[in-house]
Every structure is written in C-alpha cells, then in structure tokens.
C-alpha cells in the first residue's frame, strides 16, 4: 500500500538537492508561466532559446536522463501534430511535395512545427517544475500568498485519495465478478456494467465523505480564521530577486505582443 | 469545579426517520470521570457522542430537544455553539480509522500537527506539543511514517494522538475499537488507560459492555433511552436453507498451491489442505499470514503460481470469476465494495440475476424464492426497501452476506465476518453458518475471533507467514 | 488607435487579426470565471470542500477504469457532474478545475500529462452548467416537480431558436461575408432577432402552457412527447446529413424519424423513462458548450489535434475542408455530448440510489432529489 500512496501522492516528484530543487516553489511557478507566455506570444524562433535555456537547466540539476525519460509521454501527441498537420493543412499554398493523395504543404508544414515546439517546450518546463517540486510545499506557498488553505486541502486530499480509490476500485471490480458480473463482451454488455462498477465506487465515497467531513470538523477545519503552518518552505534573497525579474519578464512579454498585434 | 459534561433531557430526531434516535436522555459526567455507553447498534450512543461534541444539529442535520452543557450551568449548550468554541475543549474519536486521518498529510507529524493549525497555535510551539502527545502515548516510533501506510490499530492510535494534540479535557470515544485486530484494539484500551490516569474526562460508546470494563461507570442506552438492563432480545430463530435444488456439497481440494504477487512478495507457501464437502472451517491466523490470500484462490479472484485448486476434483484454472460465482459464493470483509443499489432487495437479487438464471423458464420465481430466503436468514425482511447505506454498518454486512446467500453456493467463503457486528450479530452470523452446514453447503470462513471460530466451525486451521502451522485432519 | 480594428482579408493598414483578439477575449474570460470560482469558494461548507476532495479522485479514477474497460469515452467528469447536483454550479466548477490541476501533478494514465491543466476550463464550465440544470430540475426523481415547467420551456424556447435559425437560413439567408459591413451587421441583427424568438417562446410558454404544478399528470405526457419529438428530429437531422440530400433522403429521413418516434413513445411510457429525459437534454447541451470551448484549447495549444485514436476523423474532417478549429469542434461534436450524456445519466442513477444519510448533508440534497 505505500507504494501505491508514494508514486501517485508524490507525483513527479525526484528527490535532489540541485539549486533548482532549492528554489522556492513560488519562483518556479513564475518560470514556468514565463516559458509560458513566451512559446506561446513571442516569434517561433524564441522556441529554440527557450528549448537550450531549459535544457540547461535540466542538465545543471542533474535531471536530464529523467527529462528524456518523460519525453515518452507526449511523443505521440508531438507526432501526431507534426504529420497532421503538415498532411492535412487547410489553407496549405504552398505545396513542398505530393504523397499520392495528400500533399504536404509549407504553412501545414510550418504550423505543425511550430505548434508542436510550443507544446513541447511548455511540456519540458512543466515537468522539469514537477520534478523539483513537492506539492505540498507548493501549496504551503500559495496559501502563504492569499490562496484558501481550504481549497489548497481540497487538492492535497485529492491527490492522497486517488491512489486509495483507484485501488478500491480494483477491489470492487473483483468483488462483482465474484457475484457473477462478467466484464468482457460487446460494448453493450460492457456499457451496462458501468453502473454496478462505479456505483459502489460514488455511493462509497459520499458515505466516506460523511466520516471524512465529522473527522475534518473534529480537528478545527475552516472553524477559525488565523490558521497557521506547521510545514516551513524555505525562501531566500536570490529568490526574491528572481521572482521580480520573471515578474517584469512576463509583463515585457505581454506588452511586446500586445503592440505587436497591431502590426 | 464546574462539570465538564451535563446531558438534559437530550431528544434528538433525524431527517426522515419516524422515532427519535435519543429520548429524554440526562446524564452527567464528573471531571476526570470515565464513562462508559453500553447498547445494541442503533440504541442511541453515537447520536450521544456526536451532540456531546457539538455536531448535532451543526454538522449532522435533526431537530433537537434539550441540552448538552459543556463546562458547567453557566458553560457552552453544545447544540449552540459555534464551530471554534469547542474546540480544544472536547474532541471525538470515531471508529474508521482510516477516514479520521486528514488524508492530506504526508507524515504523522503533520498529521498531528493539522489540528493545531487549525487552531492557530503559532509554529514554534507545534513542535514541543506535537513531541509530548507522541510520547505520551507511545508512538514516537512512527512519527515520519505515512499515515495511510500504518495498520489499522496504529491509525487509530494517530488519530486518537491528533486530537489529543490539540488538548481537549474532554475525550469523547464512539466504538473506536470496533475495526480494529485483537491487538490493535488492546494497544487503544492501553492508551485510553493512560489518558483515564491523566485526568481526562473520557466519554466511551460501545456495543459490548465488557469493552468497558475499565469505566468507572457504564450507562445502559436501549432504543434511545436509558434503561438499567438491556432487555435481552428473542434468540435468533433457528434457521434453515432449503431453497434451491439440494446441492451436495462441495469438497475442496488445496493442492500446494504457493501464490507470489507481482512485488516478489510470497503470501502462500506450498499449501495443502482437503476440505471436505459439507464442512465448515475457520482460518484464523495473524494479519498477513496469508489468509485472504488463499481463500480468494478458491474463487478465481487470484490464481496459484504453482499448484492448483479443485472444486470436487475439477480445476478451477481456466475458469473466470464469473463463473465460478455460480458455485462460490465469497462474502468481503468491506460491504461497500459491493452495495450500489437502491434498495436492499435489489441489492440481493443482484446476483442471482447475474448468474444469469434470468431468460431461463420460470426462473423469476426462482429468484424471488432465493432472496426471500436470505433475507429471511439474515433478518432483513423488514429493511426489504430501505437503502443499504442508510443501515449500520453491521447490517450492512449482513445484506451484503444475504446477496451471496442468494446465490446459493454450494461453497460458502466468509472474509471476517464477524468483524464490525455486536454480539447478536456475531450470533446470528454463526447460526447462518451452521443452517448452512445443515443445507449440506461447504462453508469456511476467516477469522481473527478465536471464541467464534470455536464454537460455529468443525476444524480450525492455523495459517503463519503463508504456511499452514497446525491442520488437524478433517474429522471423519 | 485606428488600430484597433478587425482584419478584413488582405488588409495592409495596421489592424488586429479576429483570432488573436479571440484568444485575448477568452485568456480575460477565464481569468474572471477563475476569479469568481475562487470567490464563491469561500462559502463553501466543509461538507462541500470534502465532497469536493472526493469527486476529484473519483473523476481521475473513473477517468482511468475506461481504458480498463476499453470503452471509448472519457467519463472524467462524473464528480463535477456529481457535485454540481449536491452542491451547486460554483461548487461544480471549482471540481472541474481543479481535477485538471491535480491530474497535471500525476503521472496518473488517462489525462494528458502535465499538459491536462490547459484545459481545466472546459472542466470548470461542465461544472457550472450540470449545477445550472440541476437547479432546473433535471435530475428529480419524479417528474412531477413544478421546476419542470421551467425546464421544458426552456426546451422549447432552445427548440424555437433553432427552427428559426433553419427558418432564415433556408428562405432569406444568413450570410456572414467578412468582407462586407453590412452583411456583418445583418448577420448580428439576425442573431439578435433568433435570441428574441428564443426568449419569446421561453417566457410565453412558461406562463401558459408550461404553467405547472407539482403532481400535474401533464407534466409526464409532456415528457414523453418531448423525447419523441427530439428523437425524431435527431434521427432526420443524422439521415438528412449522412444521405445525400435529395428528395429520396428527404423521404427516408422523414420515414426513419416517425418510427423512432413511436419507438420513442413507447419506450417513455415504460416505468418512468420519461424522467430521463431532461437528464439527457441536461447532458447533450453540456456535451456541446464542452465541446465548443475545448476546441479553441486544441486548436491554439496543441495543434487541432488529441493524440488519440481521434486523430484520424480530425484528418478526415481537414479532408473535408474544415478549418484547424473547425475540424477539433467536428471531432468534440462526436464525443462529448455522447459522453456527457452518459455521465449524467450515470449521476442521476446514483442519485437514485444514494442514502438519506448523506442527501441530507447537502443543502441542495433535498432540492436535487426529491423523494
């Protein structure tokens, strides 16, 4: 059981001691939305400046083996953007060359690079965030920021409840096949099983919301305002700093592309 | 000194439900008092427990008569007060342990330590608070563990510390040993004893009276009222099954069956053992050693790595779940890995109808005919149209036993059953087993209660660490 | 500032590209709906914010059984759904939200890794729309509460809109010409005068016809008669659609829809189908506006493409001639009204089913489901 708790709740997380790991959550949620805004507002070139500054990254924090590792996850959206786009391009002119029916076009070929190089961008920088951060620690700071501390329950709840249930509902899967539900079959027959597998699985869980809500409110919940923090995340000089330049980086962003859109 | 609990004439009745829960009940508790609820399930204690808390009418919704005085005349009505005045003053346990923990903490520090920001206790306190309880109560050894990771009985234990934490005079307790193995539940009586010498006063609910033998005093609670002896109920009825065509039963065969789960680790070694039809055998054995593991061979749920199981010397490999269902019927331990329906006859006719007897000649009356008999066995007759969640957890166990009697197998495997039930529970349970018997069914149960184990089953079967320590052969 | 117009094709003078001003008018719009979430979210009870938890894991879960099932749905938003009915449409969108946050945390399979979070706002207004349908009714037990009255005028007044929209487009036409004013200001006339029939039908109808208590025994008749109705006009509009538009299709079509009709009414009769119904209208609507607010997210951030199976009808609808959003909408259309349906209809089986213990911690409970 715990290591189902542990990869699920734990996430992406790889534990280091790396000068990004160190950085405070806060200042790496303002990267991450700064390689945000640029991908997606500034010239396509800026994709490979961004691409070599997170590879850089990756590489100093010594995270670069797992980065490559989870390039596997979005390989087949990345590919399939690529051909798609570059096969089956409305408003394609230019035609580069003829692949019997299909033809490949220059903006087809243009736009699906672009878009892909964008996602994947954006995909390196969140995942490199993922790596070095703890949620918990993330959330801490947010609620340190003005965040609910409620709502910033809510998702720590969540995330240790999806492992348990994703579990459970292994477990009553095996439970109504053990009353003779047969999960195999056409689709119907497999559509009809969906009730006897996700009643239990809702009906279980608002029941559990009964408990887990007296439990909540047996331990001071949302009852006073001032709540305080146990858990210490720790903040430096260097990341104030950082987080004032990326702060003024995004706006420079934005007003450059907002004046550009007149062009 | 001010009294820390006075309960006048406390009325409380639920939403939709025709008679009040609670009735004209008064009691009051001295400091540093020890009082023990006994009474059946639904007599009326965790109604008491949750208004003495302050959650009635706040929380959970019911109109209220009365009043709950916290602190003396001149203190808080509990029904009134507003969400942070009782806390810190009285806490509440409640029996799952797994649904007391905040679920969102990755450490028990943490966890012991969510209450006290919740009550806003500056951080450098929380440290030299949180370090004390733990010693106090034993369970320093577990403060950088995950709390989901922890047994049963160290759950409860954290969650009895978290709300320790945060320094309540007044400990109100609902059944909290009642999901808890032989030592968890010893381990929570150590603590309670700790806390009783310190001087907390302690409110605790329990089914069994003996449970509460270290109280300084126990009120008796039947139907909502206070009573001075439970009147004892009507023994269970005699009960047979004779519907169904007469299944002789079936012998099963465990031939060295060892099972290794996909982490490496090897729950069964080499196990062999002949069960014969008709009979009925406990599996006892300590958590871990293996004994769901092995009885959910018997249905398919998990197939042997080496060896093989026959039922009545045919083997069940290659045969789905589904089908063996058809002569297997296997009660779990946790009911709600089953219920969905409405109503609990539906709820019990789910099976029979999957075995697909439905479509064949007469078969409906059929069905009626078997779900009729197991909530006749079970004594759900009367909760036929109620909604399974709105029963007790203890009979809900039961509908979930009546929908694999239903079934009618021709073997019978039980996962705990009489975990969570009160004793009438556990008396009727053992009868279905015996009447069972009598139907010429098979039936093997596991069970960490050796006096039941005892008395209902013919042989008692020892399992350790995956191993069969001591089968006596089957009697002849 | 005379920059700050729409683009008209070929232009050279400086002015703004419709697409560009779109996606700013959407990036403001989700920030205020955030915004708002975030603001309702301070009343929420504890109840609430543990249903909430819960529904969370329970969308990520479901999410992930129907690749074990090997359906081909998604069935991620059964807790929104699910909390939009106990809790209410803020409650709802908040779920949404933030089940794409937390499935951008996870490795959990299902979601689209890290990059689930683009498209929490679809998630949030799922939410906000199955709590606006169950504050119309849709999910009562019986069909006999007076909010129906509500619901089917506004059924109606949906209905209206659109034999109107048929209406103009077949006898004066609609026309949108990007390069002339005055089409344009046409067209939004038009649009204006098609909302106004809409609204018009919706208040007349619901003082008259659809002025009904509870109890009414119309209110069932009137049920059955809707689901016939919209399940003949759905069966045309698919045959008219698939079939090459000739006079046979028109034939066919016309015989397709008046047996799916009778089907139709026979089978509401039955027990108390008819109640399904407004759950359906409930769910199809929600599957649409889904659909409609995640393709822009496709089409801008991940290229108009899923990384699914899916990928092949979008090809197709390129083929087609559809433009990169257009063709992630088509692609939206096939799936998500049929999904949402299904995960409503899942909800409200549930609701059925669920204990007085719990419907009664929830103050919209006992509105949601009567007894």
Redo the contacts between chains.
Sequence with gaps: MRGIATDVATGYYIAGSSRLHRRNPLTKLLGLLFVLVAAFLLPALSLAVLAALLAGVAISAGLAGALLGSLRIPSVLVVSIVVVNTLFFPGGRDVMLEVGPLSITQQGLTFGLVSAGRLLVVFVASVLFLFTTLADDLLETLVARGVSHRIAFVVQSAVQLIPRMRHRAAGILAAQQARGLSVSGSLVRRLRVLVPLVGPVLLASLVDVRERTLALEARGFGARPGRTAYRVVPDSGLDRVLRVTLIVAILAVIVSAVAGLGR | MRTPIRVEALTIRYPGRPLPSLDDVSITVERGERLGIAGRTGAGKSSLALAVAGFIPRVVRASVAGRVLIDGTGGTDAMKAAPGDLLGRVGIVFSSPSSQLSGSKLTVREELAFGLENLGIPPSQMDGRIDAVMERLGISHLAEREPSSLSGGEQQRVAIASIVTMGPEILVLDEPAAELDPTGAAAVAALLDDLAAAGTTILHAEHDPVALGACDRVVLLEAGRIVPAMASLPPCESLAWTVGPGRQGTAVTIEHVSHRYPNGIEALRDISLKISAGEAVAIVGANGSGKTTLVKQLNGLLRPTHGRVLLDDAPTDGIPVNRLAATVGFAFQDPGDQLFERSVEREVSFGPRQLGRSGTEGSAAEISALVEAALSMTGLTGEREVNPYDLDRSRRKLVALAGVLAMDPAVLVLDEPATGQDRDGIERVGLIVRAMQAAGRTVIAITHDMAFATRWFDRVVVMHEGRLVDHPPPAA | MD??TICPEGATT????PV?LAY?VAVLAVVVLVAAI?RR??D?T??T??????A???N???G??TV????PLY?DS?GTV?VGALAGPWAGA?TGL??D??W?????PGG????TAFFAPVAAVIGLMAGFWADRGVFQLRSDDARIGGFLALALGIAAAAIATLAVQNTVGLGFDPDDQGSQIRFVCLGIVIALVGAATVAVSRRTIFRLRGDDPRIRTYLIAATAISAAALVFALIRLLLVPTDLGLFVAAVGAVVVAVLAVSWARRSDHARLFPVWVGGFTTGLVAALIAAPIVA????????GGT?AL??LF??L????FG?AFAQGLTSDPLDKT?SFT?VF??L???????R??FSRGELTVAE
């Design positions: 920059w700050l400086p002015c703004v590209q560009q700013l975030g979210s301070r929420f504890t109840v914010l543990s249903l909430i938890a819960v969370i894991a329970i990520i879960t479901i992930s059984l074990v099932l090997r359906l069935l059964i699910l908040l933030l089940t946050l937390v951008s945390l996870l490795p959990v689209a890794g890290p990059t801008g951030v991940f290229g108009g493409v899923t990384g990928d979008i090809a390129r083929t001639g559809l433009s990169v063709s299904i899942i089986v549930v059925t089913a669920m204990p007085i213990t719990v009664t911690m």
